[in-house]
């Protein structure tokens, strides 16, 4: 793809946004326990609490485990200590502990109504007669996830500085939808608990942790960068096939059953579930999404709704595609890193974004740090 000369908003959108400083003092968040009630749980051990006196002072509590008792903060606030701050990576508002003797913590996070990418893309886009996603969201999350990655990977402003950290559970569920003001979702990046720094001594050795059906084809060597890039490059194909890069689980299950017998693989005892396992091992599969209808009937690729009829995928354009399938290459190597993808694909971006937008489809695309 032919590289093409980057507009001004484009050239800002991968390095800091300079604005005038002022002397408002921000205000510090105090979180008392009893001055707070469960409004409801949103996931196991992570809940969502609000004001008992304002209602409309909502939060979001995480408990996690502290991984060692010589150490106050557990390991996803040290992580995020060590990352830095940035606008497309969720920062906590609190961390609390009982006393060195508890080892549990209590992680506090803005809440964010608009909730994950997961939710977000089931309630406005699958569950309205199966929307597609506008194709200018979508570069908006790519553009912003490769400035969250570039940033974690020492690639972008102050982190080049330090040692490159991966992320190691890129996922929807780990992406948040923001509101900004207008009609064009930002998207922010959380869940720091698997991140590692990376070192040259871990790139060949296996790991099982994150999420497997959103890890590239060399898994379980995902510490890398180029696997969290290949994970990016799923976002992308999620929102707009509604599902990752992967062939049928089910299918791939009831095929390795068949050829032993009907029972499980011996292999899969080396997994916490048999589930664990099929996700693992299912081959990768990369659906092309600028695929016309007649393509898409070609290729098999379409899908039936409740009630029969032939779903297609919507025609996104070759642009978005081919930096999508640079992304998702099988090979790591031949993935580019989200420093190219910031000097080379956000421009692009910022250029679909114009014409299809204008001022309003740019808006939050900078980035800024610290704070």
């Given at each position: 793809m032919p590289r093409r000369a980057a507009p001004t908003a484009a050239t800002r959108a991968g390095r800091s946004s300079k604005r005038a400083k002022t002397t408002t003092q921000k205000e510090v968040f105090t979180f008392k326990r009893p001055e707070w009630m469960v409004l409801r749980n949103l996931y196991s051990r992570v809940h969502l609490m609000a004001r008992?006196?304002?209602?409309r002072d909502v939060v979001v509590k995480k408990i996690v485990n502290r991984d060692s008792p010589n150490k106050?903060?557990?390991?996803?606030?040290?992580?995020?200590?060590?990352?830095?701050?940035m606008n497309r990576l969720l920062q906590p508002l609190a961390c609390l502990t009982s006393g060195p003797d508890d080892m549990k913590a209590h992680?506090?996070?803005?809440?964010?109504?608009?909730?994950?990418?997961?939710l977000w893309k089931e309630l406005n886009f699958n569950q309205r007669n199966h929307k597609a996603v506008p194709e200018s969201f979508v570069w908006r999350m790519f553009s912003q996830m490769a400035q969250a990655l570039a940033f974690l990977h020492a690639e972008l402003g102050p982190s080049r500085s330090r040692k490159p950290i991966l992320h190691r559970d890129i996922k929807p569920m780990n992406v948040l939808v923001a509101s900004n003001g207008t009609t064009y979702p930002s998207f922010i990046l959380h869940d720091f608990g698997l991140a590692l720094v990376s070192r040259p001594q871990i790139k060949n050795r296996p790991s099982l942790a994150g999420t497997y059906v959103w890890q590239p084809p060399e898994r379980p060597l995902i510490n890398t960068t180029a696997a969290d890039v290949w994970a990016l490059g799923a976002l992308v194909h999620y929102l707009a096939v509604d599902d990752a890069p992967v062939e049928s689980i089910e299918e791939f299950r009831a095929a390795e059953m068949a050829r032993h017998g009907g029972a499980h693989p011996p292999a899969a005892?080396?997994?916490?579930t048999p589930m664990a396992y099929y996700q693992s091992r299912v081959p990768r599969n990369v659906t092309p999404i600028n695929l016309s209808r007649s393509e898409q009937e070609e290729m098999g690729v379409t899908t039936r709704g409740r009630h029969g009829q032939?779903?297609?995928?919507?025609t996104y354009s070759d642009e978005?595609?081919?930096?999508?399938?640079?992304?998702?290459r099988a090979s790591r190597l031949r993935r580019p890193s989200?420093?190219?993808?910031?000097?080379?694909?956000?421009?692009?971006?910022m250029e679909m974004l114009k014409a299809a937008g204008g001022q309003n489809a740019l808006v939050d695309m900078d980035v800024s740090f610290g704070g």
């Open positions: 008992r006196t304002a209602h106050i903060k557990p390991y996803e606030i040290r992580a995020l200590d060590r990352i830095g701050k992680i506090i996070f803005p809440y964010l109504p608009l909730g994950d990418m997961s005892g080396g997994f916490q032939v779903l297609y995928n919507h978005l595609n081919g930096w999508m399938s640079k992304c998702l989200a420093g190219v993808l910031v000097e080379e694909m956000i421009p692009v971006a």
